[in-house]
């Protein structure tokens, strides 16, 4: 594996952090190596480890276990031969277009005489030039990541990592800006011997680079690793994009599993309690209507971005909640309505809300919590106290977001109520026991 | 100018071992003043004040020196401590309980204290000096400790991976995202604590007490001579040359450094009105301070250059587990820990001195501060916030009473207090009316001003929606306007309650003519130890207020405070 133009090398590495006695893993177990000439992209859903795996990689943390070597020596802090393209840009604020780029060449001890003109060719190579003296809050997203783009490319690093560059952009800035970096790598204007670029965004993946590394999260581990021959510029709608877009989807959505292991188990219990994806009520719903309208309420997962206007990243958590719920079946990268979903998506308002709550109801999470309600006296519970009995199970700012979701879904089905003043969650009385509670 | 202004938030911290500690040390260090002070002498002679108009710039001098050596210890001990306090997490722990205690502990209460152990070890005029800057430091200091920390320790995650990625060693971090990062923040906190340094300095200018004459040369002892004597035209005349400074700093150093510092605000959106300096547009215009720029921008870059070949690059600061207890810092810790145990039993022991009588007399001088402050605190309440409202939500009245307001406001309290007590010291109850005023001056105008921005955040989408659901006044009031500046009157109004405890002190104790005038109080019992040398009694008053105040800040203020944020944000 030791070849020359070998530049990274990830050996058994996992990220572990602990929160009071409970550890959790960030990453695990993951193996790769990258070559000079490459393109790599790191995809996968929020959650799954890659912006981390792009900081062990370039140095700015440490990892709890395994080997990083770069050029087959260990690395030991940050990485000289690497820099960043960050997804908010990380420009300095108070600095102007050309101090940003040119701070970069000044830390590493250049004279003025040789990072001027340096930093001046890049910006005009980023299509900036007259906006060297302008201050990064004069400009729009994109061309501020213009600026992250030239800085990073100043110091003409070995490696060039991007964490997520386009995904604060709106769509055309993102657009263009894609096939310029394309267009300066491929034609080799850019001294970078390696792209390196973290994405949850699955057609920009299969846009840009020439090997996916696909992860999924809990824990957060490789899954999969493509190589994608399409010639460049690649086009979208042609058969060979769009089955490889199919085939990564078909990867992340997974495949629906007998019911028992789709639920998981509830907090406390042996094994891993499932964690509720952070989707809204309302876009479950508008997933569910969508697909009632299709023919046998069945689509293919690729091609509900463009339809829906969500992006890969929330629309795979929007399947995994109604996968959850019993309200549709994923198979093979296609996701198609069960009858209860189909019931769902045709009932009134009322109705959903029934269905939802008897669904929820279900949910090994749901029945612990409304256990340990009925269990207290007064039926409720306060904020602190359920969010630090999720703690046995999640790190602590998931259990803060696993209780936000709870208790959004719960107070829609009506299982639950949550007084904010109070910070505290109520057990609704159930449907059919009609009982007047007072205040 | 539509943000709070305060000294120090409360933070969210819970009372524990840290605090202890820290109260601990206070009385240890107290102990240890009162114990040199048992060697001060017994006569201290001040110095001779003119009250003609041609010693005035002299005077004025002096007091803008004594600020500035203040202010510049102040910078360095923030920048330090604060670097320190965000850095390394064991120094943390104890560092900012300490912030935390000592930004809320009337400063004022340590005057005598300090004056006279000082005055047993330096010469009489020097001690007086000292003690007079390092009074001045300790009020300054704090608030800007905290926003510093505060800027270190908020300074996004994102920046802090580019410095890293990008080299930077410590010397850039802290020229390229450190100093510019918390900029502006320190910058407005060295103006609060710039203003707040003129009520410690006169008080500290023209304290006397007993025997012994403390006062300096300058402004403060130059107001109160005048107000002594009589001089109605001397007064005025001081009155107006502190005015002018005060005025004149402002227009000259604070307004050009905020209009200079505009270019560190970390909004990524444009400013509808930046801040604006005549002065600043002169001083960019000149061709002197131009060429000045250039010759000083080569002497930047060698030394960058220097500092860059002889410091390594930085990765990113450690978290948590990663430091290492080391013997070194457990032995530090350990002896810190033994000296102050130390030094708190010995505070004990002096205070085992105290008789029950004292004590009782100490509970209700307490208490009548507390009264004093209360009534001090109505009455500023029940002005500023309908005048802060009229003003605040009339954008033309606004415009033109700002700047009234803001040399209304410029002007010292402890600066008026000669002038308050020629006013009503011939009154029944003269003193009393006098504190309460002092008091009153010290707090209006942070209420006011934070009403004021208050009523301007005021969104005018909810006041079209009060409008149009035709509330009449009351419930207008009740509805939007008091919920909406509920976190701007909690701000102001700690800030209030810290300035009338502090005037308590010059206050309720006051040699005015050659005669010793007092009112029932902790201020005054402080006073009465400190001429009569009853040195257990001082320590004891001097604690007692000190803990009064951290208490009534814990228990009422910041749960006002966690309520206004939690509640009553707009954002």
């Not at chain 1, 000439?37 to 480890?49: D, H, I, K, Q, T």
């Not at chain 1, 001046?120 to 980023?126: A, K, N, P, S, T």
């Not at chain 2, 360095?76 to 320190?84: C, P, R």
């Not at chain 2, 107001?223 to 700093?249: F, N, P, S, T, Y």
Request: proline share 5%.
């Amino acid at each position: 594996m030791n070849n020359s133009n070998t530049l990274v090398q990830l050996v058994n590495v996992e990220q572990r952090y602990s929160s009071g006695r409970r550890t959790f893993t960030a990453v695990e177990n993951v193996n790769f190596t990258m070559a000079e000439g490459e393109f790599v992209a790191l995809l996968g859903p929020s959650g799954c480890g890659k912006s981390t795996l792009l900081r062990i990689i370039t140095g700015l943390q440490k990892p709890s276990g395994g080997r990083v070597l770069y050029r087959g020596q260990p690395l030991t802090g940050v990485n000289p031969h690497a820099t960043i393209v960050f997804q908010t840009f990380a420009l300095f604020p108070w600095f102007s277009v050309l101090e940003n780029v040119e701070i970069a060449l000044k830390a590493r001890g250049l004279p003025p005489a040789v990072r001027l003109p340096r930093a001046m060719e890049l910006i005009d190579r980023v299509g900036l030039d007259g906006f060297e003296s302008a201050y990064p809050r004069e400009l729009s997203g994109g061309m501020r990541q213009k600026v992250g783009f030239a800085r990073a490319m100043a110091v003409e690093p070995e490696l060039l990592c991007l964490d997520e560059p386009f995904s604060a952009l709106d769509v055309l800035s993102a657009e263009s800006l894609r096939s310029e970096l394309i267009e300066l790598w491929l034609e080799g204007k850019i001294p970078t011997k390696a792209i390196l670029m973290v994405t949850h965004n699955i057609e920009e993946a299969i846009m840009l680079a020439g090997r996916i590394i696909v992860m999924d999260k809990g824990p957060g581990r490789i899954v999969a690793d493509l190589s994608v021959d399409l010639p460049y510029p690649r086009q979208r709608n042609t058969p060979a994009f769009t089955a490889l877009v199919d085939r990564v989807y078909a990867l992340l959505a997974g495949q629906t599993q007998a019911e028992h292991i789709e639920l998981g188990s509830a907090p406390g219990e042996p094994g891993t309690t499932r964690p509720l994806p952070q989707v809204s009520i309302n876009n479950l719903t508008g997933l569910l209507e969508y697909l009632s309208e299709q023919e046998k309420g069945h689509a293919d997962i690729y091609r509900l971005p463009e339809r829906l206007g969500v992006d890969s990243d929330e629309l795979l958590r929007l399947i995994e909640a109604a996968e959850l719920l019993g309200f549709v079946h994923v198979s093979q990268g296609d996701v198609a309505l069960t009858p209860l979903g189909d019931t769902f998506a045709d009932a009134s308002i009322l109705a959903r809300k029934n269905i939802f709550a008897v669904r929820i109801r279900r949910l090994p999470i749901f029945k612990w919590l409304i256990t340990l309600l009925r269990a207290s006296e007064s039926r409720s519970l306060g904020w602190d106290v359920v969010r630090a009995a999720l703690e046995l199970e999640f790190p602590p700012d998931e259990a803060e977001r696993q209780l936000d979701t709870i208790v959004d879904w719960g107070r829609y089905a009506e299982v639950l109520a949550y007084d904010d003043d109070k910070a505290l969650i109520t057990l609704e009385p159930e449907a059919g026991v009609l009982e007047k509670t007072g205040t | 100018m539509p943000q709070r202004l305060t000294f120090g938030m409360p933070s969210s911290r819970r009372f524990g071992y840290g605090d202890l500690f820290v109260l601990l040390a206070i009385a240890g260090v107290l102990y240890l003043g009162l114990r040199f002070a048992l060697t001060a002498p017994d006569e201290v002679r001040g110095p001779e004040i003119r009250l003609t108009w041609t010693a005035l710039p002299g005077y004025a001098a002096l007091s803008i020196g004594r600020m500035a050596a203040a202010y510049a210890l102040s910078f360095l001990f923030t920048i330090v401590y604060g670097y320190v306090a965000a850095y390394n997490r064991r120094a943390e722990m104890v560092m900012m309980p300490l912030l935390d205690v000592l930004q809320s502990v009337p400063i004022l209460s340590f005057l005598p204290v300090v004056l006279l152990s000082l005055s047993a070890l330096l010469p009489e005029g020097v001690a007086a000096e000292f003690a007079a800057i390092v009074l001045i430091f300790t009020s300054q200091v704090w608030n800007m400790t905290f926003a510093w920390y505060q800027a270190l320790t908020t300074i996004s995650k994102d920046l802090r991976e580019a410095s890293a990625i990008f080299r930077f060693n410590r010397w850039l971090r802290l020229k390229w995202l450190e100093l510019p990062f918390g900029a502006i923040s320190l910058i407005w906190n060295s103006m609060m604590s710039w203003a707040g340094g003129w009520f410690f300095l006169m008080a500290a200018e023209s304290y006397t007490v007993g025997e012994r004459d403390f006062r300096l040369p300058g402004l403060g002892s130059f107001l109160q001579a005048a107000a002594g004597q009589g001089d109605l035209q001397a007064l005025l005349l001081g009155i107006g040359a502190l005015v002018l400074v005060v005025v004149a700093l402002d227009q000259l150093v604070w307004r050009p450094l905020l209009a200079w510092a505009d270019r560190f605000k970390l909004e990524m959106v444009e400013d509808q009105a930046p801040p604006t300096s005549w002065f600043y547009d002169l001083l960019s215009d000149s061709r002197l301070i131009q060429r000045l720029g250039a010759s000083l921008a080569e002497w930047n870059e060698r030394l960058d250059a220097w500092l860059i070949h002889r410091l390594k690059p930085l990765g990113m600061p450690e978290t948590q587990s990663s430091q290492q207890w080391t013997l070194l810092s457990i032995g530090v810790i350990a002896a810190l820990a033994a000296a102050v145990g130390y030094g708190g039993l010995l505070a004990g022991r002096m205070l085992l001195e105290v008789t029950p009588a004292q004590w009782l007399e100490l509970g209700v001088g307490l208490g009548a501060t507390f009264l004093r402050v209360v009534i001090a605190m109505a009455i500023a309440l029940a002005w500023t916030i309908p005048v802060g409202v009229a003003i605040g939500s009339n954008q033309r009245l606004a415009r033109w009473l700002q700047p009234v307001v803001q040399i209304a406001a410029s002007v010292p309290a402890t600066a008026l207090f000669p002038a308050f007590l020629l006013i009503f010291l011939n009154l029944p109850n003269g003193l009393n009316i006098a504190a309460i005023v002092l008091m009153l001056t010290g707090t209006q105008w942070y209420l006011l001003f934070n009403v004021i921005a208050g009523a301007l955040a005021i969104p005018q989408d909810l006041k079209h929606t009060a409008a149009l659901l035709h509330l009449k006044p009351l419930a207008r009031w009740r509805i939007l306007t008091l919920p909406a500046l509920f976190p701007y009157i909690v701000t102001g109004a700690i800030t209030a309650s810290g300035g009338a405890w502090n005037a308590s002190i010059v206050a309720e104790y006051t040699e005015f003519g050659g005669q010793v005038r007092s009112v029932t109080g902790i201020g005054a019992t402080i006073s009465h130890a400190t001429a009569s040398g009853q040195y257990a009694l001082l320590l004891a008053a001097t604690l007692a207020m000190i803990l009064a105040v951290i208490a009534i800040n814990r228990l009422l203020w910041r749960r006002l405070y966690v309520l206004a944020e939690e509640r009553f944000r707009m954002e």
